[in-house]
T-cell receptor, first 111, second 113 residues
Framework: DQQVKQNSPSLSVQEGRISILNCDYT??????FLWYKKYPAEGPTFLIS?????DKNEDGRFTVFLNKSAKHLSLHIVPSQPGDSAVYFC??????????FGAGTILRVKS | GAGVSQSPSNKVTEKGKDVELRCDPI?????LYWYRQSLGQGLEFLIY????????KSGLPSDRFSAERTGGSVSTLTIQRTQQEDSAVYLC???????????FGQGTRLTVV
């Protein structure tokens, strides 16, 4: 039962352009969503989050958009940099319950 | 330290041996998670603690896996009679009741030979 899905296993983007990573969820009870970045041989690093009462949250080059009616979440990185190359995981939770992760998307930013 | 600490960072063990992996969460964090990532795979949920109790242990793959948490702080994940398919990076994360963002440790890379 995959409650959080990242349907694109990988994404390749030119340096300076926008990277858009997508995530879909099935559980309408989720009320908090997060994005993590993971480099090889390291633990995931928290990137940005959004509460279900909002539809957008921005932090520097990173913006997360939430479309509750479509149960869809996206992460925009503008402009993309080679150092952004990593695996990106979206995650969701319902208050007091476990964090549920998607399978991840490998982002490659080409210089 | 200020972050989630896991030990050991690397563990090589022989098939059939038992191993214990340790997680020190961020001080004051009530929620603690164990995940694992096998080569080329995503993050697989194992168990979730709220305080010392585990309301969700549905991800433990078999009865060879167990975890405990004492004093609402340190957690140990024990794998008995290790098998080669147990080889993975085991990740621990913690979060506070006030803020649901979970922060991860660096992981323990377990190799069963």
């Amino acid at each position: 039962d995959q409650q959080v899905k990242q349907n694109s296993p990988s994404l390749s983007v030119q340096e300076g352009r926008i990277s858009i990573l997508n995530c879909d969820y099935t559980n309408s009870m989720f009320d908090y969503f997060l994005w993590y970045k993971k480099y090889p041989a390291e633990g995931p690093t928290f990137l940005i989050s959004i509460s279900s009462i909002k539809d957008k949250n921005e932090d520097g080059r990173f913006t997360v958009f939430l479309n509750k009616s479509a149960k869809h979440l996206s992460l925009h990185i503008v402009p993309s940099q080679p150092g952004d190359s990593a695996v990106y995981f979206c995650a969701a939770l319902r208050g007091g319950n476990k964090l549920v992760f998607g399978a991840g998307t490998i982002l490659r930013v080409k210089s | 330290g200020a972050g989630v600490s896991q030990s050991p960072s690397n563990k090589v063990t022989e098939k059939g041996k038992d191993v214990e992996l340790r997680c020190d969460p961020i001080s004051g964090h009530t929620a603690l998670y164990w995940y694992r990532q096998s080569l080329g795979q995503g993050l697989e949920f194992l168990i979730y603690f709220q305080g010392n109790s585990a309301p969700d242990k549905s991800g433990l793959p078999s009865d060879r896996f167990s975890a405990e948490r004492t004093g609402g702080s340190v957690s140990t994940l024990t794998i008995q009679r290790t098998q080669q398919e147990d080889s993975a990076v085991y990740l621990c994360a913690s979060s506070s009741r006030a803020h649901p963002t979970a922060f991860f440790g660096q992981g323990t890379r377990l190799t069963v030979v």
